[in-house]
Nanobody, 124 residues
Framework: QVQLVESGGKSVQAGASLSLSCAAS????????MGWFRQAPGQEREFVAA????????YYGDSVKGRFTISRDNAKDTVYLQMNSLRPEDTAVYYC?????????????????WGQGTQVTVSS
């Protein structure tokens, strides 16, 4: 079992930057591929970014490509999401998740463990 706890969500103005963290416990995340998803009210949970176990292969949703960066520190069992140039449409609850290695990381059904989420609100 892996427990995931997100932090760093807050209310910011458009154009600001924000960094989210996802701390894992129970098992090391070094054996998992990791991802970030987000869900706005009334919408489906959307893929944001993912990173393979080794930290070298990264994937991004089209709406965040070039603005968001995912990274991980396996020694600290932590995954990060650096968000720059935030827009009001980035407003959502952001979730961290752990997936079985070598899965299709854009597919949320491939993730075995989820955090409770952290709220990000971007005002114009």
């Amino acid at each position: 079992q892996v427990q995931l706890v997100e932090s760093g969500g807050k209310s910011v103005q458009a154009g600001a930057s924000l960094s989210l963290s996802c701390a894992a416990s129970g098992r090391t995340i070094s054996t998992y591929d990791m991802g970030w998803f987000r869900q706005a009210p009334g919408q489906e949970r959307e893929f944001v970014a993912a990173i393979r176990r080794g930290g070298f292969r990264k994937y991004y949703g089209d709406s965040v490509k070039g603005r968001f960066t995912i990274s991980r520190d396996n020694a600290k069992d932590t995954v990060y999401l650096q968000m720059n140039s935030l827009r009001p449409e980035d407003t959502a609850v952001y979730y961290c998740a752990a997936a079985t290695p070598d899965s299709n990381l854009r597919d949320r059904s491939r993730y075995d463990y989820w955090g409770q989420g952290t709220q990000v609100t971007v005002s114009s």
